[in-house]
Nanobody, 128 residues
C-alpha cells in the first residue's frame, strides 16, 4: 500500500526556518520524482519544488528565490525541504507527492502532472 507522510510543519516568525520531511513507503521510492506543493486558504494549490529520482536534481518555483533547499535520501525513502527566510506568504498546507514519470517544470513553475500519490499535508504558519 502506497503511503506518503509529511512532517515538520509548525509556526515560526518571519525570517525563521523549518525543515519538512516526506517519507514514502509501499513503492519503489528511488524511481519516483518527489514534489512539494502548497495550498493557502482561498488559493489554488501551487508547486514548490520537485526532485528527480536518480539524478537528484531539484527544480524550484520562482517565488522560492533561493530560500529553500531540497535533499533526497533514497536509503531512508525521504526527501527533505529546508525552508529558510520564511515569509508571511509561505503560510500554507504543504503536501508531498510522487510521480513515476518525473518532474514537470515549465520555466519557473512546478506542475503536478503525473503526481499520482499524495500525502495528507503538514501545516506551515508564518506569523509574528
Amino acid at each position: 500500500q502506497v503511503q506518503i507522510v509529511e512532517s515538520g510543519g509548525g509556526s515560526v516568525q518571519p525570517g525563521g526556518s523549518l525543515r519538512l520531511s516526506c517519507i514514502g513507503s509501499g513503492f519503489a521510492f528511488d524511481k519516483y520524482a518527489i514534489g512539494w506543493y502548497r495550498q493557502a486558504p482561498g488559493k489554488r494549490r501551487e508547486g514548490v519544488s520537485c526532485t528527480s529520482s536518480q539524478e537528484n536534481t531539484t527544480w524550484f518555483a520562482g517565488f522560492v528565490e533561493g530560500r529553500f533547499t531540497a535533499t533526497r535520501d533514497n536509503g531512508k525513502n525521504t526527501v527533505y525541504l529546508q525552508m529558510d527566510r520564511l515569509k508571511f506568504e509561505d503560510t500554507a498546507v504543504y503536501y508531498c507527492a510522487a510521480a513515476k514519470g518525473g518532474c514537470t517544470v515549465v520555466v519557473d513553475e512546478i506542475y503536478d502532472y503525473g503526481m499520482d500519490d499524495w500525502g495528507r499535508g503538514t501545516q506551515v504558519t508564518v506569523s509574528s
